[in-house]
């Protein structure tokens, strides 16, 4: 158990709907990076949060936004949802210093979702 | 940006048996982290190795960050050691925080 908990484990949708998947850190941990892991693409990085902060971003789309909370949990919002939106999204978290330096990262469970 | 590159990609092998799982880098890297994905789709992390060798019971690791590379020794395989294993590094960039190889799926044969 790496001590990051992402819920739900599942989620079945529809084309043009909207999810929430929800990240708590591991106690300590003050950054969350969320990725997602589709067949076609593999593991590509989304976007980072340090403190609250928006912290570095990647090949997020624009239909996708994310925020963390004062007490650190993380949640990623997908909408407009497409068939290709169905992938595994994993969050992690990792104790973080210097905004331009990586640090060992942590995996959650990951959260399945499938657009139907 | 930084590219990764894992070989082999696929690795089919005995109970058993041993094996060498490697991770390019184009540029240097000053971290680079190990992860094992179960069948169940579970990130399991392995070694965060920025340099050096570590070992962890049947696992052991070595990256040697001046050439570009490091290296995932898997000895006496279980059944248990099958699915992707991805090495993971620093993109160097915002955009590209991490970068993640491709992997390299391993099914270990009772």
């Known amino acids: 158990d790496s001590g990051v908990t992402q819920t739900p484990k599942h989620l079945i949708t529809a084309t043009g709907q909207r999810v929430t998947l929800r990240c708590s850190p591991r106690s300590g941990d003050l950054s969350v990076y969320w990725y997602q892991q589709s067949l076609d693409q593999g593991l590509q990085f989304l976007i980072q949060y340090y403190n609250g902060e928006e912290r570095a971003k990647g090949n997020i789309l624009e239909r996708f936004s994310a925020q963390q909370f004062p007490d650190l949990h993380s949640e990623l919002n997908l909408s407009s949802l497409e068939l290709g939106d169905s992938a595994l999204y994993f969050c992690a978290s990792s104790v973080e210093g210097e905004a331009q330096a990586t640090y060992e990262q942590y995996f959650g469970p990951g959260t399945r979702l499938t657009v139907t | 940006g930084i590219q990764v590159e894992q070989s082999p990609p696929d690795l089919i092998l005995q109970e058993g048996a041993n094996s060498t799982l490697r991770c390019n880098f184009s540029?240097?890297?000053?971290?680079l982290q190990w992860f094992h994905q179960n069948p169940w789709g579970q990130l399991i992390n392995l070694f965060y190795?920025?340099?050096g060798t570590k070992q962890n019971g049947r696992l052991s690791a070595t990256t040697v960050a001046t050439e570009r590379y490091s290296l995932l020794y898997i000895s006496s395989s279980q059944t248990t050691d099958s699915g992707v294993y991805f090495c993971a590094g620093p993109g160097y960039s915002s955009a590209s925080k991490i970068i993640f190889g491709s992997g390299t799926r391993l099914s270990i044969r009772p």
């Open positions: 540029d240097s890297v000053n971290n």
């Open positions: 190795i920025p340099s």
